[in-house]
C-alpha cells in the first residue's frame, strides 16, 4: 500500500475507496465507558433511551438490522435514569420534515451507496418527512452554508410554526451551524437542528490529511462531484472548527439535539480500526473519525450515545454491498430506521411540551448537565 493511500484512510470522510483495502488486528476490548456531558448541554439520555427501546420494541423487529436496546446504545457507566412517563407511537401531530446534511465527500459515493430509502419510507408511516439538501462534497463549510441557505429560502414557508428539522450528519453539522450563524433570515424556518456524529469540533485525523487525498473520491467509480473550493478537509481540523465555535455562539433562538456515537471496540468496522486506534491516542472514546465530545453541539439537548461506529450511523453500506460488508465495514448492521423514528419523536415530544408549559416535566428524572457520568 502506497503511503498517500495509507493517509487517506484516516481522512475524515465517508471515502470506502482507500479504506476498503485495510484489515486491521483487534486490540483488547472496551466494556463500560466513563463520559462527560459538557456545562451548558441538558442531559435528555434517561428520556431518549425510553422512546429508543420503545421504538425498538414495537417497530424494531420488523425493520432491517435490529438488536435489542441494551446493543443499540452505548455501554457507559450510570447511565441516567427515565422519566417513567408513556411513549407516544402513534402518527406524528407536528409532521416534522427532516431536511439532511450530509458528510463530506457523500456526492462522490451516493450512486455506489444505493441507498433504497428505508428510512424515509419508515418514517412516512408515521407522518414525518424526509429529503436531503445537496452540498458540495469537497468544499468548506462556509461554501455549504451558502447552499443551505439558498434551500432554505426556495422552500414555501409553513403557515403555522415551522415544521423544518435541519439534521447535520459528520461535516453536515458544522455546515448548518455555519449556516444558521451567517444567514439569520432563515431561521423563522427552523423546528430545530440535530446532529448525528457530528463533526462540530472537528476531528484530529484532519490534520494528517490533504485537501488533494480528499480529491481522489472524485474518481470513486459513479462520482458525481467536483472539487469545490477544495476547503473541506481544512474545515474540520478542530482549530478551525474550535476558533470558529468561539467566535460565533449559537443563536439561542433555536433548540439543538446531539445523538453521538460511541462504540464499544467490538462495533468498530475493520475499516475504521486504523482511525480508531489513531485517534485512541488523544481519546478512546471515538467512532472512527470523531471524539466522542467533540460531537456535542454546546448548549444541545444530549439524547444518547449509540453504539455504532462512523459509517453504521447513517451509510448502509452492508446492505447494498454484502461481501464488502462482511470483510471489512463488519460492523455497519444498525437499526437506523428505528434510530431516526425515535429521534424525531423525542424532538417533537420536547417542542410540544414546551408550547404548552411542561418543558420542566419534559426533563423528569434527567441528570443535571454539569455532572459527570
Known amino acids: 500500500?502506497?503511503?498517500?493511500?495509507?493517509?487517506?484512510?484516516?481522512?475524515?470522510?465517508?471515502?470506502?475507496?482507500?479504506?476498503?483495502?485495510?484489515?486491521?488486528?483487534?486490540?483488547?476490548?472496551?466494556?463500560?465507558?466513563?463520559?462527560?456531558?459538557?456545562?451548558?448541554?441538558?442531559?435528555?439520555?434517561?428520556?431518549?433511551?425510553?422512546i429508543y427501546c420503545r421504538v425498538l420494541e414495537?417497530?424494531?423487529?420488523?425493520?432491517?438490522?435490529?438488536?435489542?436496546?441494551?446493543?443499540?446504545?452505548?455501554?457507559?457507566?450510570?447511565?441516567?435514569?427515565?422519566?417513567?412517563?408513556?411513549?407516544?407511537?402513534?402518527?406524528?401531530?407536528?409532521?416534522?420534515?427532516?431536511?439532511?446534511?450530509?458528510?463530506?465527500?457523500?456526492?462522490?459515493?451516493?450512486?455506489?451507496?444505493?441507498?433504497?430509502?428505508?428510512?424515509?419510507?419508515h418514517i412516512r408511516r408515521f407522518g414525518y418527512d424526509m429529503s436531503a439538501i445537496e452540498v458540495d462534497a469537497l468544499s468548506g463549510t462556509a461554501a455549504n452554508a451558502a447552499r443551505i441557505r439558498d434551500a432554505l429560502v426556495a422552500l414555501p414557508e409553513d403557515a403555522g410554526p415551522p415544521r423544518l428539522v435541519l439534521l447535520g450528519y459528520s461535516k453536515g453539522t458544522p455546515d448548518i451551524l455555519e449556516a444558521i450563524v451567517r444567514y439569520p433570515e432563515i431561521r423563522r424556518r427552523i423546528a430545530a437542528v440535530i446532529s448525528v456524529a457530528g463533526a462540530v469540533r472537528g476531528s484530529p485525523v484532519a490534520e494528517h490529511a490533504s485537501e488533494s487525498e480528499a480529491d481522489l473520491m472524485r474518481f470513486f467509480p459513479g462520482a458525481d462531484c467536483d472539487a469545490g473550493d477544495n476547503e473541506a478537509v481544512a474545515s474540520l481540523r478542530p482549530g478551525v472548527r474550535n476558533a470558529w465555535l468561539a467566535a460565533n455562539p449559537l443563536p439561542a433562538d433555536l433548540r439543538?439535539?446531539?445523538?453521538?456515537?460511541?462504540?464499544?471496540?467490538?462495533?468498530?468496522?475493520?475499516?475504521?480500526?486504523?482511525?480508531?486506534?489513531?485517534?485512541?491516542?488523544?481519546?478512546?472514546?471515538n467512532d472512527g473519525q470523531v471524539i466522542y465530545s467533540d460531537q456535542i453541539v454546546p448548549g444541545s439537548v444530549l439524547l444518547g450515545f449509540v453504539n455504532a461506529d462512523h459509517w453504521a450511523v447513517a451509510l448502509p453500506i452492508d446492505r447494498s454491498h454484502a461481501v464488502i460488508g462482511s470483510l471489512f465495514v463488519n460492523h455497519n448492521d444498525y437499526p437506523r430506521e428505528a434510530l431516526l423514528e425515535a429521534v424525531l419523536r423525542f424532538v417533537e415530544e420536547d417542542i410540544t411540551l414546551s408550547q404548552t408549559g411542561g418543558a420542566a416535566m419534559s426533563q423528569g428524572h434527567e441528570a443535571d448537565a454539569s455532572k459527570t457520568h
Open 256 to 285: 439543538y439535539y446531539s445523538v453521538v456515537t460511541l462504540p464499544g471496540h467490538a462495533r468498530v468496522s475493520r475499516a475504521l480500526v486504523p482511525t480508531y486506534k489513531t485517534l485512541a491516542k488523544v481519546d478512546p472514546r
Open 58 to 121: 414495537e417497530h424494531g423487529t420488523a425493520l432491517p438490522d435490529y438488536r435489542p436496546c441494551t446493543e443499540a446504545l452505548s455501554p457507559v457507566v450510570r447511565p441516567p435514569a427515565g422519566t417513567g412517563r408513556p411513549v407516544e407511537l402513534g402518527p406524528s401531530k407536528l409532521r416534522l420534515v427532516v431536511a439532511a446534511v450530509p458528510g463530506i465527500g457523500y456526492a462522490c459515493v451516493s450512486k455506489w451507496l444505493q441507498d433504497t430509502g428505508d428510512e424515509l419510507a
Open 1 to 50: 500500500m502506497t503511503p498517500l493511500l495509507k493517509r487517506l484512510t484516516s481522512a475524515p470522510t465517508a471515502a470506502i475507496a482507500a479504506a476498503l483495502l485495510l484489515a486491521a488486528c483487534a486490540s483488547q476490548p472496551l466494556t463500560e465507558l466513563s463520559v462527560d456531558v459538557p456545562p451548558g448541554v441538558r442531559d435528555a439520555r434517561g428520556r431518549f433511551a425510553e
